[in-house]
Structure formats: structure tokens, C-alpha cells
């Protein structure tokens, strides 16, 4: 039972899958990833699985004890994303000094359980824990990332000019023409007054005396 085991997990390993590391320099290097996965500790067997143990009780997950001690489970427990997740350890010996192990996780679905593959993060979390030296020496081996220019700050764009109002054109006022006017003709001149001429006053007859 044990042997079908440990095959089904190195099978599991050695399928290519998407894998996702917590650092980001190993996550982008695939060489860096396969390290990873591959990494053998240089424990005890019994001691890699007690480790592996005390890093996800303090997680909060609960173990759920298995009659071979290098096999173990844990119950479902909501994760920071609202997930529902459970482990399943398996801890390959390969010697009394010498161990690998794989951290299986599954989530749940609505209610259905679907396997989610190996997870690197807790492998990662793992040996940066318990071989501090290797998990330094993949990152260095790792191709430096790019750095991340700061965004630029972009000017706010300045208001967009609006065109110019155009002139209204002038509003076309019809102007009645005035009523055409005759010319006055000048006044006809009148002729002066015949001024009159004085008649002679009549000469007295002088009486005759008588004698």
C-alpha cells in the first residue's frame, strides 16, 4: 500500500503542472520550480514530518493522524481568499537521513472536492523554514527579475480647447423703405403790391366877394 503510495506522489511530481511560489524570483524560473519540487532534506524522515506538522497546525489547520506516521491529513479550513482547502502529506524517506516531501492539496467546490496539485507555496514555506541555505541558494541561482519601473505620473490632460464660438450672423432686419416724398416746388413768387398812387387833392374854388 505504501509503495502505491509513494509511486502516486512521485508520478504527481513529475507531471508537468502550473505551479505557483510565494517568491517571485523562483516562481518565474521553471529550473527554479523543478528545485524545488525536487529538493531532498537532508532529516530524518520522522523529523520532516513533524516539522511539516508544527507549520500547519500554526496555519490553524487541523492534523487528522494516520497509522503510518509519514502520511497524514488535515481537515478543511477557509483560507485567507474564503477557500476551502485540506492537505494531504506525504513524506518519501529515502534514508534514515534523508526525506522528501509533498504537500497535496485539494479545495472544495460548491460541496465537490477537486485536486489541486502539489503546493509549491507550502514547499517553499517549508524549506525556507527548516534548510534556509537552499531555499537562499535556488533564489540566487534564479535569473534577477526586471525591475518594475515606478508608474509614471501622468499630467491630467488639460481641457480640451472648445473651438470658438462662431459669430452668430447678424440678424437680417428688413427695413421698410420710407414712403417716397414728391419734392415741394418752390413757392411761386408774388408779384409785389402796386403801392397806390396818391390822387391830388382837389384845390379849393376861391368864392368870389361880392362888390
Do not use: N
Not at 523543478?34 to 508544527?54: G, I
Not at 477557509?78 to 526525506?99: C, L
Request: proline fraction near 13%.
Amino acid at each position: 500500500m505504501r509503495a502505491a503510495i509513494v509511486a502516486t506522489v512521485l508520478a504527481a511530481a513529475a507531471t508537468p503542472r502550473p505551479r505557483v511560489v510565494a517568491d517571485p524570483a523562483v516562481a518565474k524560473d521553471p529550473a527554479s520550480v523543478l528545485k524545488v519540487e525536487a529538493h531532498r532534506y537532508d532529516s530524518a524522515p520522522m523529523e520532516l514530518a513533524a516539522t511539516a506538522r508544527s507549520m500547519l497546525q500554526e496555519k490553524g489547520f487541523v492534523i487528522q493522524e494516520q497509522a503510518d506516521p509519514l502520511f497524514f491529513e488535515t481537515d478543511w479550513k477557509t483560507d485567507r481568499k474564503g477557500q476551502k482547502v485540506r492537505y494531504r502529506i506525504e513524506v518519501v524517506a529515502f534514508s534514515t537521513a534523508a526525506s522528501r516531501i509533498v504537500f497535496h492539496k485539494f479545495i472544495d467546490d460548491r460541496g465537490t472536492t477537486k485536486d489541486a496539485g502539489t503546493d509549491l507555496d507550502a514547499e517553499w514555506a517549508l524549506m525556507s523554514k527548516i534548510d534556509p541555505a537552499a531555499a537562499k541558494q535556488i533564489k540566487a541561482d534564479a535569473p534577477a527579475l526586471p525591475a518594475t519601473p515606478a508608474p509614471r505620473r501622468t499630467a491630467a490632460p488639460l481641457a480640451t480647447a472648445l473651438p470658438a464660438a462662431t459669430a452668430a450672423p447678424a440678424a437680417v432686419v428688413e427695413v421698410e423703405p420710407a414712403p417716397t416724398v414728391a419734392p415741394t416746388p418752390p413757392p411761386t413768387p408774388v408779384p409785389p403790391r402796386a403801392t397806390p398812387t396818391p390822387k391830388p387833392k382837389a384845390t379849393p374854388k376861391l368864392k368870389k366877394k361880392s362888390r
